[in-house]
């Protein structure tokens, strides 16, 4: 079925290092993509998201680029800051409106 | 501005009580959802809704309740709260349509602990 995989934290990095997180995708058709990202005590809010096949979404220096042959959507972060600890979702955007979530990625960011 | 809002953001109740948590948004989004956020930060779908008079169970057996009488409303009912309910609820509303996949908004939460 439609799932999909995230990188397993906790996450801690020091303030100025590249972030990567992982998050692969087993889907039929062709899937939106998306991240949320989720801060201590809010509800998710969305930070990219991408449509098609090589697409590429940007948002607050975070990236992620639709990789449908490797089923891959990583969010980078050249250089992430102390605000940026928080906790982030991978997830699989199907049609009438269905998402499929992965698991949740704890990041810390250490000053 | 248009936005999705949820009520009361922390309650702390007793067993045994009856609560509602009150889910409100003014996009006009046709499908809206409730999900159970566990400590270990895995959403778990409870209740979904396509439409007015519409609702659905969700992957999680859930002992609540929803109703959906208005386009923008979509409250969450327990009739008797225990402390297994603790935990952060999450509502989230998506435009409708079958096509393109737009992603959810969600609400800021409501934290709900029994005692």
């Known amino acids: 079925g439609d799932s999909v995989t995230q990188m397993e934290g906790p996450v801690t990095l020091s303030e100025e290092a590249f972030l990567t997180i992982n998050c692969t995708y087993t889907?039929?058709?062709?899937?939106?993509l998306f991240w949320y990202v989720q801060y201590p005590g809010e509800g998710l809010q969305l930070l990219l998201k991408?449509?098609?096949?090589?697409d590429k979404g940007s948002n607050k220096g975070f990236e992620a680029t639709y990789r449908k042959e490797t089923t891959s959507f990583h969010l980078e972060k050249g250089s992430v800051q102390v605000s940026d600890s928080a906790v982030y979702f991978c997830?699989?955007?199907?049609?009438?409106?269905?998402?499929?979530f992965g698991q949740g990625t704890r990041l810390t960011i250490n000053p | 501005e248009a936005d999705i809002y949820q009520t009361p953001r922390y309650l702390v109740i007793g067993t045994g009580k009856k609560i509602t948590l009150e889910c409100s948004q003014t996009?006009?989004?046709?499908?809206m959802y409730w999900y159970q956020q566990d400590p270990g930060m895995e959403l778990h779908l409870i209740h979904y809704?396509?439409?007015?008079?519409?609702?659905e169970k969700g992957d999680l057996s859930s002992e609540s309740t929803v109703s959906r009488i208005r386009t923008e409303h979509f409250p969450l009912t327990l009739e008797s709260a225990r402390p297994s309910h603790t935990s952060q609820y999450l509502c989230?509303?998506?435009?409708?349509?079958?096509?393109?996949?737009?992603?959810?908004?969600f609400g800021s939460g409501t934290r709900l602990t029994v005692v």
């Open positions: 997830a699989l955007g199907l049609r009438a409106q269905k998402l499929v």
């Open positions: 889907a039929t058709g062709y899937p939106s």
């Open positions: 991408a449509t098609k096949a090589d």
């Open positions: 996009m006009g989004h046709d499908k």
């Open positions: 809704s396509y439409g007015v008079n519409s609702t």
């Open positions: 989230a509303s998506a435009p409708g349509g079958t096509g393109y996949n737009y992603g959810y908004t």
